[in-house]
T-cell receptor
């Protein structure tokens, strides 16, 4: 079935560093792609989305571009803050489906 | 402020007990979802509902059941709790036509001893 794969392991970086979290997907059709974020002690919330190839989703300084040729949707932020410390989940909805399939998530820790 | 609330943040139950986890949303959403979240496994869908009294199995429904008698409330039931059901349980809701736009509750951390 359709799925997403996120890079292994937590990410630790210093404040103002550049953040990249890799996400690749496997899908038979044309899925929509999403990034969700979970701050400590809270539920997940939608961060950004892209519904077709070459779309760029952006929010709160984060960006991700839907790359059909590489089946990727990598999350980037140019200058992270301590408040960006959270778990980030890549997700997709298969075309014509009403469910989300989540990746395993990446813990991001930003140190001052 | 829109909200999804879950009945407990932390719950400790004994093996074999019947456990009810309640979820309420105030956004008039048609879709509601129950997930469990485990380290290294991410979120896995247990059940979802797209309307009152309707339910569909997710990826890991074994050992669980659900109830949706009112639009705003979606309950997850563990008929006979087991230690392998120790987990974080997350409820979510979404509008009918935007199932991807899910709003999550803060979660219930269930420990079964």
């Amino acid at each position: 079935g359709d799925s997403v794969t996120q890079m292994e392991g937590p990410v630790t970086l210093s404040e103002e560093a550049f953040l990249t979290i890799n996400c690749t997907y496997t899908a038979t059709g044309y899925p929509s792609l999403f990034w969700y974020v979970q701050y400590p002690g809270e539920g997940l919330q939608l961060l950004l989305k892209a519904t077709k190839a070459d779309d760029k989703g952006s929010n709160k300084g984060f960006e991700a571009t839907y790359r059909k040729e590489t089946t990727s949707f990598h999350l980037e932020k140019g200058s992270v803050q301590v408040s960006d410390s959270a778990v980030y989940f890549c997700a997709l909805t298969p075309y014509g489906n009403n469910r989300l399939a989540f990746g395993k998530g990446n813990q991001v820790v930003v140190i001052p | 402020d829109v909200k999804v609330t879950q009945s407990s943040r932390y719950l400790v139950k004994r093996t074999g007990e019947k456990v009810f986890l309640e979820c309420v949303q105030d956004m008039d959403h048609e879709n509601m979802f129950w997930y469990r979240q485990d380290p290294g496994l991410g979120l896995r869908l247990i059940y979802f509902s797209y309307d009152v009294k309707m339910k569909e199995k997710g990826d890991i429904p074994e050992g669980y059941s659900v109830s949706r008698e009112k639009k705003e409330r979606f309950s997850l039931i563990l008929e006979s709790a087991s230690t392998n059901q120790t987990s974080m349980y997350l409820c979510a809701s979404s509008p009918r036509d935007r199932a991807y736009e899910q709003y999550f509750g803060p979660g219930t951390r269930l420990t079964v001893t």
